[in-house]
């Protein structure tokens, strides 16, 4: 029985190890860096070992796998800015969403009021009718204002836009937690989807709304490299970087 050539016997082997690279939930072009010297680490495949994951996400090594991570971020973490800003966000959104509606009621109200106040003939209403006349005004000065500052609709995106950094953190978090392979790209790009949505918050203030990151959760992304359209290497399942 003839024995198999080394050449077949390493290319089979490179198949059974090879690992497909954890495929970032942004899909878009990468935004200014603050740490450009992490360039050379893009193309390291090995695999971080827990104890740098938690370092290097700022997360407290968990007493068991099944610990929640929202109670292990650390001060300065990236992971606590990340939770952190999306409940501050989230918050905002929240009280500008219930307001924008608070005055929206009440000027129907107002105007409800003047009508009553108008067909009564018989008493003077002269001094009520100023009064609510002006509470009318701040009404509607306050909704042209939030309309003018794109309320609560720059935060509704801002919010969506760091929830799905937030969910792409915590899923790497479980990830690590199953013993799947993730890599320091992972994590770079991770703090990449931050710096854009941070980025597009303040591009797009304070009326308008252009994201830069529009597919979300597609796994594919087309970009121009070099004259030349193709795929961002870690979106392509099971094809080597």
């Not at 072009?29 to 700022?58: H, I, N, Q, S």
């Not at 915590?170 to 392979?181: N, T």
């Amino acid at each position: 029985m003839s024995r198999p050539s080394s050449r077949h016997t390493h290319h089979s082997h490179a198949r059974e190890t090879h690992f497909t690279p954890k495929r970032p939930l942004l899909t878009a072009p990468k935004v200014a860096d603050p740490d450009p010297a992490a360039d050379r680490l893009d193309d390291d495949e090995t695999p971080l070992a827990k104890e740098d994951f938690y370092r290097l996400m700022g997360i407290k090594p968990p007493v068991s796998e099944s610990e929640n991570p929202t109670k292990l971020g650390m001060i300065n973490g990236m992971y606590t800015r990340i939770a952190s800003k999306y409940e501050y966000i989230n918050t905002k959104y929240r009280i500008f969403d219930v307001l924008t509606y608070v005055l929206l009621v009440l000027q129907l109200l107002l105007g409800a009021v003047f009508i009553v106040l108008g067909s009564l003939t018989g008493i003077d209403s002269h001094v009520s009718i100023a009064i609510l006349g002006a509470l009318s005004t701040v009404t509607a000065g306050a909704l042209a204002l939030m309309k003018g500052q794109g309320l609560p609709n720059r935060l509704h995106q801002m919010r969506d836009d760091l929830h799905n950094v937030k969910f792409e953190a915590e899923e790497l978090y479980w990830d690590v937690a199953a013993g799947r392979m993730v890599l320091y790209r992972d994590i770079r790009k991770l703090r990449e989807d931050y710096l854009r949505v941070m980025e597009d918050g303040r591009r797009n203030h304070p009326d308008t709304w252009n994201a830069a990151v529009q597919q979300v959760a597609s796994g594919v992304h087309s970009f121009a490299t070099k004259g030349k359209m193709g795929f961002a290497p870690a979106a392509v399942p099971g094809k080597p970087v």
